[in-house]
């Protein structure tokens, strides 16, 4: 009797699972088969603004703040994302003499020059936690003293153009419209709904929700050993590229970093210290492009879809090396804090575009602006050297 009980439930068992794979299977294949129509070229090589998008900023822009305060530690405003800083270290970006013709704009005119930068490595986290916790990793490059009329008017950053990336491929939501609903339930706490915001399936975000659960990876074994992604479109002259800072160990002196001890909150200094600091060991990566091709389903306005590396393969522009330096004191931490990096801190050559971009602008503007009015009497009172504006411009020469 009790044989026959058991199997009779291992056959149920079997059938169950059997058709848990099945119906797994075919929702796979269906997804495939509609994301393969749906994401078929060709597209647009022009932005499209949504007449929504204004009134959109301007209250992304309040939730921003209102996340800013509510994180704040003891003593400082941070940054409303990548709040945590692994170090700010200086670097040389070198245009690769033999750049192709068509690639030849703005910061990369000129073969063989090189720009003096500041590169600060980041957890992507609204407040700082234990650099073991998945998280996206970021890297914003700032070119120094580069000449010419930038796209922000602020005296402050004239002289500068920055590269703002994070180390995952796609953006976890498409437009303006979508980054308001999404901000507002996660600012509420709302995770679910931040994906799901209503009973009607027409709203629904399931594929979002995938990048969003991907771009939170376990943490790379140093910040120098992971691949940084501008994830939204930019122009190069009259192209439409999107770009990328990929590590390229065979550009340095060969070097094996010691294993780190993860379980340390802040292993990701840690490793950049051992590195730079005490094993003078420098570190390596490429810059490169991806131009857009339009007759591909390679979009403007949609940063969630990655655009295929095989129709338009990324190329190099330009050689990054950060030589090894002591960066770990108060003075260049506090700096690097003060730091403003921002995409539309750069050339009319390198134009940020896309409605994420555009989003980028007014936000990144309104949030530095804010932490550093309310950081600034703390600054007077704890650092023997307060950092001001004009400090920044004269640290960063
Ligand atoms: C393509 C997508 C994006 C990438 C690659 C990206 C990457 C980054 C990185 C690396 C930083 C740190 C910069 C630093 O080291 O100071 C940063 C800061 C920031 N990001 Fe983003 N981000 C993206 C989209 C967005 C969006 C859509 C928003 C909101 C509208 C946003 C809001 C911010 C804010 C407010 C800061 C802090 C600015 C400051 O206080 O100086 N980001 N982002």
């Not at 393969?36 to 499209?48: D, I, L």
């Not at 507002?184 to 990048?211: N, Y």
């Given at each position: 009797?009790?044989?026959?009980?058991?199997?009779?439930?291992?056959?149920?068992?079997?059938?169950?699972?059997?058709?848990?794979?099945?119906?797994?299977?075919?929702?796979?294949?269906?997804?495939?088969?509609?994301?393969?129509?749906?994401?078929?070229?060709?597209?647009?090589?022009?932005?499209?603004?949504?007449?929504?998008?204004?009134?959109?900023?301007?209250?992304?822009?309040?939730?921003?703040?209102?996340?800013?305060?509510?994180?704040?530690?003891?003593?400082?405003?941070?940054?409303?994302?990548?709040?945590?800083?692994?170090?700010?270290?200086?670097?040389?970006?070198?245009?690769?003499?033999?750049?192709?013709?068509?690639l030849r704009q703005g910061v990369f005119s000129e073969p063989g020059h090189t720009w003096q930068a500041w590169m600060r490595l980041s957890n992507g986290n609204a407040y700082p936690q234990f650099d073991r916790a998945r998280d996206a990793r970021g890297m914003a490059i700032k070119l120094l003293d580069v000449p010419g009329k930038k796209l922000m008017k602020s005296p402050v950053h004239a002289g500068e153009q920055d590269f703002v990336m994070f180390n995952h491929p796609a953006f976890f939501v498409r437009?303006?419209?979508?980054?308001?609903?999404?901000?507002?339930?996660?600012?509420?706490?709302?995770?679910?709904?931040?994906?799901?915001?209503?009973?009607?399936?027409?709203?629904?975000?399931?594929?979002?929700?995938?990048?969003?659960?991907?771009?939170?990876?376990?943490?790379?074994e140093s910040p120098v050993a992971t691949t940084y992604n501008s994830i939204a479109p930019f122009k190069l002259g009259e192209l439409n590229i999107k770009y990328r800072v990929v590590p390229a160990p065979q550009n340095c002196p060969p070097y094996e970093l010691p294993e780190q001890n993860t379980d340390l909150p802040n292993f990701l200094r840690n490793a950049l210290y051992q590195q730079l600091s005490l094993d003078r060991a420098p570190a390596c990566f490429e810059l490169q492009v991806q131009k857009q091709n339009a007759q591909y389903y390679m979009p403007i306005e949609d940063p969630t879809v990655?655009?295929?590396?095989?129709?338009?393969?990324?190329?190099?522009?330009?050689?990054?090396?950060?030589?090894?330096?002591?960066?770990?004191?108060?003075?260049?931490?506090?700096?690097?804090?003060?730091?403003?990096?921002?995409?539309?801190?750069?050339?009319?050559?390198?134009?940020?575009?896309?409605?994420?971009?555009?989003?980028?602008?007014?936000?990144?503007?309104?949030?530095?602006?804010?932490r550093h009015q309310r950081n600034a009497p703390a600054l007077a009172n704890a650092a023997p050297q307060p950092v001001t504006q004009e400090t920044e411009v004269e640290l960063s020469q």
């Open positions: 009797m009790l044989k026959r009980f058991w199997l009779w439930l291992g056959r149920l068992l079997g059938k169950l699972l059997f058709t848990v794979v099945l119906v797994g299977l075919v929702g796979w294949g269906l997804g495939e088969a509609y994301y393969a129509w749906k994401f078929s070229g060709p597209v647009s090589t022009q932005e499209q603004i949504a007449p929504d998008e204004k009134a959109l900023t301007r209250l992304i822009i309040e939730d921003a703040v209102r996340i800013v305060e509510q994180h704040r530690d003891n003593t400082r405003v941070l940054r409303d994302a990548h709040a945590k800083a692994h170090g700010c270290v200086k670097a040389e970006v070198q245009v690769l003499d033999t750049l192709d013709e068509s437009d303006v419209a979508e980054y308001r609903t999404n901000f507002a339930a996660q600012a509420d706490g709302k995770k679910v709904q931040a994906f799901f915001p209503s009973w009607d399936p027409r709203t629904w975000e399931a594929r979002h929700l995938i990048i969003a659960l991907k771009t939170l990876a376990p943490a790379p990655e655009w295929s590396e095989k129709i338009s393969p990324f190329e190099s522009v330009a050689r990054i090396t950060v030589q090894p330096q002591d960066f770990d004191s108060r003075e260049q931490n506090l700096f690097c804090d003060n730091l403003s990096f921002n995409p539309w801190h750069a050339l009319p050559e390198h134009r940020p575009i896309g409605g994420i971009n555009r989003l980028r602008k007014s936000v990144y503007e309104a949030v530095s602006a804010y």
